[in-house]
């Protein structure tokens, strides 16, 4: 029997363990906020039921039971709540007597969140130094979302709300202009802007994105994250779409133009929920504390790690608006940061021997491609090679290691060029890329097969892998850059830069 546990949108499965379990005794256990919810259907013959309950670790044998308030029905049918003082369970017993005598025992455990790529049995077989140090990285974690669950939790139970609101959205990406003037970080703008901000970072320190700061600081009882109903912990720390980056960069450089030390101090929290986020090997998930499925995997779809390294090398530098970064941070940003480039060039994918370039998202534990959505697949990818090639090439350490890694990428991209297709649109006002061989247009797809280096499209709603773009588009909604040309950038601008300096800081 494994009954399920929704928490705001966390979907827990526990496992059942019977103790002298008589025909007829079923248990379900559901949770929220206040409470533990227990339900099920009692023997023939029962009168009564008793509980203990374990809010962490396990029910001591020699706990007490306590008198269910509650009766059992005609049929055998019973349900009563238990208030929850920490927000968190661990055990639950539940007993069923008939007059004094106990005639069927079962208890329930809360079951670990469970992952898909950072599982226990994967840790397990790590080497022992790896293991133990992946298996700290996801004890803590654990403990920040516990903490994150508990703090809304919280606040919800002293308003009694049975659930949190959802924070308001924005579809927008929350970016701070580059060239927007000094003078804005000191005006009422920045400053609303601000106080909002950090009014959203959330306990482990990080933000999550799609949130519309212009409707005000968060109000207490108030999610973190814009997700509603079943997503209620989507996202909630990540770096997905520049989130926590951006809020970084824009806390930094209020606290340049104000002094203010609430500003400096969130911004100092945000650049250690980064360094605490930054995978063993050197990589970041998408999202932390870690979230089951492929936001667990070493992230470059949308830049999401390039983002991150480069703040860090900011930070290492001092360069504004980290001017005010201590000699300690400085050394741990660069730590970070070599690692980082470690990761990415241990990463990047050799075919029959061969570097070529990246996928959107890496394996955490092996590095290999992993997919993400139904239209991402286990990939060579276009567009985000292309941004981690430039990273390099502008930012990288020039050394053996990531000169090979440029040189290979960029050979790579060079020969995957796609000719003779015309970007149009259709009758139906669809886009469409048609074949043309008198077009002039240069294009790279956004995913190529591993193995073969061909072009490949995989539909959002079937999942299925075409080898065309028509293909895919007449079986499935697009609303996903299928191609891209910033390849076509980086060898046209970014080569002859990088052989500039090659050439300059060559060892």
């Excluded at 400053?191 to 320190?205: C, E, F, H, L, N």
Aim: hydrophobic share 40%; glycine share 8%.
């Amino acid at each position: 029997m494994k009954p399920a546990l929704c928490l705001l949108g966390l979907v827990f499965v526990f496992a059942a363990r019977a103790q002298d379990v008589k025909p007829g005794f079923t248990l379900k256990t559901t949770a929220e906020f206040l409470a533990l919810h227990v339900s099920g259907q009692a023997p023939p013959g029962a009168t009564a039921l008793e509980y203990r309950l374990a809010e962490s670790g396990v029910v001591a044998d020699d706990a007490k039971w306590s008198p269910a308030e509650t009766t059992v029905g005609e049929e055998g049918a019973f349900a009563f709540a238990l208030p929850l003082t920490r927000s968190r369970w661990s055990e639950v017993q539940v007993r069923v007597l008939k007059g004094a005598e106990v005639i069927a025992t079962k208890e329930t455990r809360r079951k670990p969140r469970a992952f898909t790529l950072l599982t226990a049995e994967r840790v397990a077989a790590l080497p022992e130094a790896q293991r133990a140090a992946w298996t700290a990285y996801g004890k803590r974690s654990e403990e920040r979302f516990d903490r994150e669950f508990d703090t809304l939790a919280s606040e919800c139970r002293q308003l009694g709300l049975a659930r949190a609101r959802p924070a308001p959205g924005n579809s927008a990406e929350f970016e701070v202009a580059s060239g927007v003037k000094a003078a804005w970080f000191s005006s009422d703008e920045a400053k609303r802007i601000a106080d909002a901000v950090m009014s959203y970072q959330t306990p482990s320190g990080g933000w999550s994105k799609a949130v519309d700061y212009t409707k005000g600081p968060r109000p207490p009882g108030t999610h973190w994250t814009a997700q509603s109903g079943e997503g209620g912990w989507h996202y909630c720390g990540t770096i997905d779409n520049r989130t926590t980056t951006e809020q970084i960069k824009l806390l930094a450089g209020i606290y340049s133009a104000t002094k203010r030390d609430d500003a400096k101090a969130a911004a100092l929290r945000g650049i250690e929920y980064l360094l605490e986020a930054q995978f063993v090997n050197g990589g970041w998930p998408q999202n932390y504390p870690i979230e089951s499925g492929y936001h667990e995997a070493v992230t470059l779809n949308d830049d999401a790690m390039v983002h991150v390294l480069e703040v860090m090398l900011a930070i290492a530098h001092a360069t504004s608006p980290f001017t005010f970064a201590d000699e300690a941070l400085r050394r741990r940003a660069r730590e970070s940061f070599d690692a980082g480039v470690a990761c990415l060039t241990a990463a990047q994918v050799k075919v029959n021997g061969q570097l070529t370039v990246w996928c959107a998202q890496h394996d955490p534990l092996t590095l290999a491609p992993v997919a993400a959505r139904k239209k991402e697949p286990s990939s060579l990818s276009g567009a985000e090679s292309a941004e981690v090639l430039k990273f390099l090439m502008r930012s990288g350490p020039v050394n053996p290691m990531t000169t090979a890694a440029i040189e290979a990428g960029l050979g790579w991209l060079d020969a995957h060029r796609i000719t003779g297709l015309r970007k149009a649109k259709t009758a139906d006002g669809k886009t469409d890329f048609s074949a043309d061989p008198a077009s002039q247009e240069v294009w790279w797809a956004r995913f190529y097969d591993v193995l073969t280096g061909q072009p490949i499209f995989a539909g959002a709603q079937d999942g299925v892998v075409y080898p065309s773009f028509t293909e895919m588009a007449a079986r499935n909604k697009v609303a996903y850059a299928y191609f891209t040309t910033k390849p076509g950038e980086l060898l046209a601008k970014e080569k002859a830069r990088w052989q500039k300096r090659l050439n300059k800081e060559k060892p």
